[in-house]
């Protein structure tokens, strides 16, 4: 646990029964998988005029050859999804049709796009908190939820260029701060018209160490040790007189925590949990 300067505790929270996996570089029909079911995909041919059921279309036989490696390798006998993918038009029909002859259901969150961070909030319940605050950090936008409300807080290309990881980072780091005030303003933009929280739930769309040291992905902060405090600096929210918690994850574990709250998956012991975005997120939820 580390304390920020405004009185903020943050520290590591994974579910339980959550591991993180790394399916993004999976290899699928001879590209990486976040090449083929990704948002650059998405965006290119939404430029080149391809109708939004259609471009669903194309992603269901990347996702099948997907699946078709993940489940066995992990022994799932379910598979969950969520992310902006899946709010695509058409998306949970098509999965539903493609996938009903699998030997293991195929599910879309009945939320796909905030359906993570509503799950934060129950992560904050045993804090009884009175004022929580979500918030889940994806590569193309920030999905923040309290209690009463909810919004979304799109990515700038322009101004936040996506680094792939691999690449090289512009050698003046200018980079971080600026991915730093991308989503401290968010979260002071979304809080500043409610009551200041009192417990937050961070989640990033990166690895993170015991110590919240982050790795790789597209914002350029991997290895960057003070980016939670840094984050809540930004933010410029001071946690109560009595101290405040900050839970951070990585997005695809706070996707399976969203997970074992559905009904239908009840029955499930071991579920493949997908967060389709700029990239595909993975976590296993075992029972």
């Known amino acids: 646990m580390s304390r920020s300067p405004q009185g903020w505790d943050a520290r590591r929270h994974v579910p339980e029964g959550v591991t993180p996996l790394e399916v993004w570089n ?24 391809v109708p939004e059921s259609m471009i669903a279309f194309h992603l269901l036989p990347v996702l099948a050859g997907a699946l078709a490696e993940l489940v066995p390798r992990h022994d799932a006998d379910a598979v969950w999804l969520c992310g902006g993918l ?3 038009e058409g998306f949970a029909e098509l999965v539903e049709e493609t996938t009903a002859a699998l030997p293991f259901p195929v599910y879309v969150a009945e939320d796909p796009r905030f359906a993570p961070a509503h799950a934060g909030l129950r992560l904050l319940e045993p804090l009884r908190s009175t004022s929580p605050v979500a918030l889940d950090v994806g590569q193309t936008s920030i999905k923040c939820a309290s209690p009463s409300s909810q919004r979304v807080f799109e990515r700038d ?25 991308f989503i401290g303003d968010a979260l ?8 200041p929280p009192d417990a937050l739930c961070l989640a990033l769309p990166c690895p993170l160490d015991a110590a919240l040291v982050p790795g790789g992905c597209t914002y350029g902060w991997e290895g960057h040790t003070p980016l939670v405090a840094d984050l809540l ?22 996707a399976a925590e ?3 709250y559905d009904t239908r998956l009840e029955d499930s012991q071991r579920v493949l949990c997908l967060t389709l975005g ?9 029972r």
């Open 278 to 286: 700029f990239g595909p997120g993975g976590a296993l939820l075992e």
């Open 26 to 49: 999976l290899p699928v029909l001879g590209s990486e998988l976040w090449e083929l079911l990704g948002a650059a995909r998405v965006e290119r041919d939404r430029s080149e005029g």
């Open 157 to 181: 290309s322009a101004a936040l260029p996506f680094l792939l990881i691999g690449t090289p980072r512009p050698e003046d780091g200018h980079h971080v701060p600026a991915a730093v005030r």
């Open 258 to 260: 969203a997970a074992r």
């Open 233 to 254: 600096h930004a933010s410029g929210l001071t946690a109560p007189k009595d101290g405040g918690t900050v839970l951070v994850l990585n997005d695809a574990e706070l």
């Open 188 to 195: 002071r933009t979304f809080v500043e018209q409610a009551v």
């Open 86 to 88: 899946a709010c695509l």
